[in-house]
């Protein structure tokens, strides 16, 4: 039996770049996870293709996944749905590939709380050191997008306590780099390296 694959969480607030990241982490030949295909209500932009972007679905059709128990996670962001197919992350977990979503901060809760052994990566917003500079060099500004700003921020930063890495994404391949290291040391934990090493001596002795 082959050893259960990583089921790899990127997410982090709206506007990060997460779906550009994602991108260019698949644009890579040499990239060894399996990219979960969301389902979604919203209509396709340009360019967008069935079955390789989403998975395009009616309202009524999205309803009847989540009644099923269809999906591993879902969320209503911006008056549309987004979920993920849970017979696919299952299954090609159990083939021993990893799988690798890229979704919202409030289905990365839910996967979190359903898979608590994944791999949960905070993509963080490039702004946020030099917003953090500014808010304690100039704290006596009381400008209104600054105040903003600062709410926003720390919305963001309260929101990495669920996750195990953060990832500031300055340079998407800089934030690239970061989320395969992460991924390649995660496959070394002593945990999982000790099983293998376990199965191993029970075979060959
Ligand atoms: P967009 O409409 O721009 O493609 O995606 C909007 C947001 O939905 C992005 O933040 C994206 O990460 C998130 N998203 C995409 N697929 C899923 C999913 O399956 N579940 C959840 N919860 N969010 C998703």
């Known amino acids: ?44 932009r340009e360019g967008e293709i069935d079955g390789v972007d989403y998975f395009f679905k009616s309202r009524e059709e999205f309803e009847v996944l989540i ?7 879902w969320a209503e962001y911006v008056g549309n749905y987004y979920g993920t197919p849970v017979d696919y992350v299952e299954q090609t977990l159990q083939d021993g590939k990893d799988v690798f979503l890229e979704i919202e901060v409030q289905g990365a809760l839910q996967v979190r709380n359903a898979f608590p052994e994944g791999l949960f990566i905070f993509l963080a917003p490039p702004s946020l050191k030099e917003l953090k500079n500014r808010i304690v060099t100039r704290g ?19 929101m990495m306590d669920a996750y195990d890495y953060v ?35 029970e075979v060959d002795f």
């Open 1 to 44: 039996m082959s050893e259960r694959g990583l089921l790899i969480v990127l997410s982090g607030p709206s506007g990060v770049g997460k779906g550009t990241v994602r991108k260019a982490i698949f644009s890579k030949p040499n990239t060894k996870f399996q990219y979960s295909i969301s389902m979604t209500t919203r209509k396709p």
């Open 67 to 73: 009644k099923n128990n269809k999906l591993l996670e």
């Open 140 to 158: 006596t500004e009381s400008d209104d997008l600054i105040l903003n700003r600062m709410r926003v921020a720390k919305e963001e930063i309260e």
């Open 167 to 201: 990832v500031e994404n300055d340079q998407v391949d800089l934030a690239c780099e970061r989320i395969n290291a992460i991924v390649i040391a995660e496959h070394l934990k002593r945990e999982r390296v000790a099983a293998r090493y376990k199965n191993m001596l």
